[in-house]
Each structure stands twice: as C-alpha cells, then as structure tokens.
C-alpha cells in the first residue's frame, strides 16, 4: 500500500484556472506537508499542518489554499493558475517529531499553458 | 536561519567509480539529517537518515556520517552503478517548526 498518495499525477491546465491536488497518508502521521519543487529541481515548503491546524505558511501567494479535512488528507487548491504554478508538487507526511522521517507522496506535475 | 548547502551538479562518475557528494548545514539546535533520492520522473524516497551526532547513515551501499565539528553530513558510496543515476538531496529536520530544509539537490550520471 502506497503510503503517501496523491493525486493527480500529472495535470496541464490553463491559464486562469482553478485546480485541486488531493493528498492522502495511512501512516497514522500527525503532521503532513506541501512542498514545491521548481524547474531547477529546489525544493521549497509552501505549508504544514498538524492535526488539521496550519503550523507553517511560508510566502506562498493567497491563490494556494490547503484544506485539511481530517489529518489523514491534505489538499492544495489553487486558484487563478499562472504559468509562473508550472512545477512539481509534493505531499509529504511525518510524525511531527525530531528525527523522524519524512515521508513524500509521488509528486504532481502541474503544467500550466 | 536553518540552511543546507551542497555540492552543485552535474557529477558524472564513469560506473564503479568512488562518489562524494558534499553536504553542509547551518541550523540553530541539533538537526536530524537526512539523504533523499529523486530517480528520474520520480518522486522523493528516502535514502538514509542519521539523528544525532557521529551516527552514520546507510543503505543500498552509500553511507553518511553526521560530523557535528564541521557540520557536514557527505554522502559516499565506493562503487557507482548507472543506476545510481539521479537527483540527490541533502536536507535537515528541527524539532522547532518539523519541517525538511533542502539543499539544492546534486545531479548525479553515472556512465557504462
């Protein structure tokens, strides 16, 4: 069984649009991610919540929403895609505990045309 | 603030070749360290992991050791395979805020 799933996997999309990556762990993990990777592969945390509350918000711009229904899911809404969204998207999840490892989703290959 | 640097890439090592690839951080407290692999097309997998100091990381023949007095964690594996090909991150984790900083990440191409 996948542990940290998401999906889709891959999506090319409009500009203008408003799309949804959906997440999901049955790690048990308290703690769960997003994190943006761009075309030169750097890896950036966007946000982080811990049992459904926003921990972390890095300067991500307001057109990115993660919704949280319950701390097994983790969803990024993106409104009003711009060709600037273009990269990979990862779910991660952890315990929420020094040393404990991070666990990444396979990764969502958000193209924006 | 908490940062990883690391070695930029490409490295391009024929097969059996030694690697190194180098890693330092900066972080205020004592980070777990931590390797991540990114085949290509793929997504992240951890590689190794190391949680305190002088602990060694290792698996599928690359280790790690935790180097508190010169705050490096490099990554080394005696011989190269092409399938080693692939994108490898250094990162570190704090208990303050439990989030992975990333290094840059280093391409690795391993060449028959």
């Known amino acids: 069984d996948t542990a940290v799933s998401q999906t889709p996997k891959y999506l090319v999309t409009q500009m203008g649009n408003d799309k949804s990556i959906k997440c999901e762990q049955n790690?048990?993990?308290?703690?769960m991610y997003w994190y943006k990777q761009d075309s030169k592969k750097f890896l950036k945390i966007m946000f982080s919540?811990?049992?459904?509350?926003?921990?972390i918000n890095e300067t991500v711009p307001n057109r990115f929403s993660p919704k949280s229904p319950d701390k097994a899911h983790l969803n990024l809404h993106i409104n009003s895609l711009e060709l600037g969204d273009s990269a990979v998207y990862f779910c991660?999840?952890?315990?929420?505990?020094?040393?404990?490892?991070?666990?990444f989703g396979e990764g969502s290959w958000l193209t924006v045309v | 603030g908490n940062s990883v640097t690391q070695m930029e890439g490409p490295v391009t090592l024929s097969e059996e070749a030694f690697l190194t690839i180098n890693c330092t951080y900066t972080a205020t407290g004592y980070p777990s360290l931590f390797w991540y692999v990114q085949y290509p097309g793929e997504g992240l997998q951890l590689l190794l992991k190391?949680?305190?100091?002088?602990d060694k990381g290792s698996n599928k023949g690359f280790e790690a050791t935790y180097r508190k007095e010169t705050t490096s964690f490099h990554l080394e594996k005696g011989s190269v395979q092409v399938s080693d090909s692939a994108v490898y991150f250094c990162a570190l984790l704090l208990n303050a805020g439990n989030m992975l900083t990333f290094g840059g990440g280093t391409r690795l191409m391993v060449k028959p």
């Open positions: 919540y811990n049992n459904k509350e926003l921990i």
């Open positions: 991660a999840s952890g315990a929420g505990r020094s040393g404990n490892t991070i666990y």
């Open positions: 190391a949680t305190k100091a002088d």
């Open positions: 790690l048990g993990h308290d703690t």
